[in-house]
């Protein structure tokens, strides 16, 4: 089993830039992937950014990119780094972690998450 804690989640304005973090405990060796979704009212779950455990490889979603940095702290902790903030960022942020291969940006290969954190940008 493995257990998830997301913080850093509040209100920012348009432009600002907050860190959300998500802390892992349990199983924390057999981790493959963790991965950032948001959620905003009335729309699905989508990939914001991932950081594969073994190698340490990153990507994130056109929406984000050059804007948010995914990184791991330490070996129980992964942080999202988000600058330069936009109304349209505005969502519950969750932590996902999976233990084996698959779609990184498919929510259904995921079968750890948090509780998440709520973000709100202001224009």
């Known amino acids: 089993q493995v257990q998830l804690v997301e913080s850093g989640g509040g209100l920012v304005q348009a432009g600002g830039s907050l860190r959300l973090s998500c802390a892992a405990s349990?199983?924390?060796?057999?981790?493959?992937?963790m991965t950032w979704f948001r959620q905003a009212p009335g729309k699905e779950r989508e990939f914001v950014a991932t950081l594969r455990g073994t190698d340490g490889w990153t990507t994130s979603a056109d929406s984000v990119k050059g804007r948010f940095t995914i990184s791991r702290d330490n070996t129980n902790t992964v942080s999202l780094q988000m600058n330069s903030l936009k109304p349209e960022d505005t969502a519950v942020y969750y932590c996902?972690?999976?233990?084996?291969?698959?779609?990184?940006?498919?929510?259904?290969?995921?079968?750890?998450w948090g509780q998440g954190t709520q973000v709100t940008v202001s224009s």
């Open positions: 349990g199983r924390v060796s057999s981790i493959y992937r």
């Open positions: 996902a972690a999976t233990l084996r291969l698959g779609s990184y940006s498919d929510p259904r290969n995921y079968g750890y």
